[in-house]
């Protein structure tokens, strides 16, 4: 579907131009007779292809990049090569939205050049007119990324990635190149990238936190061209499993107090398996992270195996208040190999992240914006349902097609074990058992579905149970094509997943060891934002 807003009448018939040549229309589901054995589908509505989660019109794409509101408008870059459905030469690619559900596709923004490739970064709002881009009245947005030179690469140099920066003066739709990159050149470490710049108000300039190996180093700056190293973090803190990536430091109101969180994503390491994205709560004093939570080992974002890379929106209105994030839906364990043809990945659920305080530390919740409710339609509801073992078959999902949302609120009792079975006749299923004799949440995919394609995929996947009140869990999930969402108690954990069933879920089976109680149970089909 395609933004009504104005602003970007200005730029509709590139805009057209751009899809068309990508093969990317937004239509109606039709099967195309092109003589070959296999049926070939319209852009998005291929099989396995989200229909309401952000996905490139076609080729591959990874890190959400310069995630930035601007006008109206939430800006989504992100990591993209428009010539194969696998990683190579990076761009940014370009979609903007006005409320983080409804996306219009967009040209493609930031080009490779002879410095390299171009890697994540982020963007930012120069309201102070510090690097002279832009104009009283109208400031210049100003992207910041790595560079990443493939020669040197191929030669094993140490100084293979250094940080540039562009900037727009007419609202993100063209991008000039600063003519003196690179602003910070690498430090003789060849993992050296993923800038995420924000203004720090009580010091007055701009801070940028990069990834460096296997810590953080943040730099800080006057006018985004001139770059000063401050401080490091990280060498011995966290998880160290592979490198850190992308990023991201912010504040967020626990207990009417503003507390620092920096995200850091690496690969391999996650919890599960492959990549994954910790946290860490402190205080950040325009120079150093100093921190709080946790003292020794990682803590993590979201514990399935398909949220990575993610970061937050930058500029948001301060009326709005949310901290606003999303991910890249994937892993590189298998991220090159799932099953799509013309298009491969897509972006997480955006969501609002806040900060619980609890007996063991600071908990980093995330919940699905609402935003999403928009697209809720045919709703059922069923109430006050017993269930024990054998298991109960509830009457809920119409088995249409794999775009429904389903929100339960359970009472345990005195259960310890309860599990949720989705499954369709295919016999392809996805179980989600809730044990509070382990305490942990358990989410078995290997057989929901098409699981074949890499070792890594058919996986169980765990994670720790938030505080319990009375016993009471709060489930919510969202499900589409080819992706699965889990968040247990207002968000308090986070489990994303991704499943590639044939056909749709059509069955819901629930049992628990002891009696409990379905006090609530709702479901909501979810229509296609592509259509």
Known sequence: ????????????????????????????????????????????????RPQYHFSP??????????????????????????????WGPMHWGHAVSSDMVYWENLPIAIYPDTMGYIFSGSAVVDEQFSSGFGKKGDPALVAIFTYHNPKKASENARDVQS?????????????????????????GIPDFRDPKVMWHAPSKKWIMSLAVKDHIEFYSSPDLKMWK?????????????????????????????????????????????GSATQYFVGDFDGKQFNLEYPLDSAVWLDWGKDNYAGVTWSNIPEE????????????????????????????????????VKTTDGYLLTGTPVEELKTLREDHAVQSNIEVSDPPVELDILDGTNNQFELKANISLNMSKKLEVKLSNREGEQVTILINTETNELVIDRTRSGNVAFESHFP?????????????????HLFVDKASMEIFI??????VTNLIFPDKPYNKLLISADSKAVIDTLERWNLTSIWQ
């Open 229 to 273: 190293k401050e401080s490091e973090f990280g060498k011995d803190k966290g998880a160290h499993g592979g490198v850190w990536e992308c990023p991201d430091l912010f504040t967020l109101k626990v207990d009417d107090k503003d507390k620092w969180v920096l995200l850091v994503s690496i690969n391999p390491g996650g919890p599960n398996g």
């Open 489 to 494: 108690n207002k968000g308090q954990l986070q």
């Open 163 to 187: 940080q540039g920066i562009a900037f727009s003066n007419d609202n993100g739709e063209t991008w000039n190149k600063y003519d003196k990159n690179p602003v910070l050149e690498s430090s």
């Open 320 to 355: 709005d208040g949310r901290r606003l994030f999303l991910g890249w839906m994937s892993n590189w364990e298998y991220g090159q190999a799932v099953p799509t043809k013309t298009w491969r990945s897509a972006m997480t659920l955006p969501r609002s992240l806040g900060l």
């Open 1 to 48: 579907m395609m933004t009504s807003h104005s602003y970007w009448n200005r730029a509709f018939l590139v805009s057209l131009l751009f899809m068309i040549a990508c093969s990317v229309p937004e239509q109606k589901k039709q099967e195309i007779q092109t003589g070959t054995d296999e049926p070939q589908f319209e852009p998005y509505q291929e099989p396995f």
């Open 459 to 475: 996986a169980i996947v765990k994670g720790p149970l938030p505080p319990l009140d009375q016993k009471q869990i709060d489930l």
């Open 57 to 86: 019109p076609a080729n591959w794409m990874n890190d959400p990049n310069g995630m930035v509101f601007y006008k109206g408008m939430y800006h989504l870059f992100y990591q993209y090569y428009p010539d194969s459905t696998v």
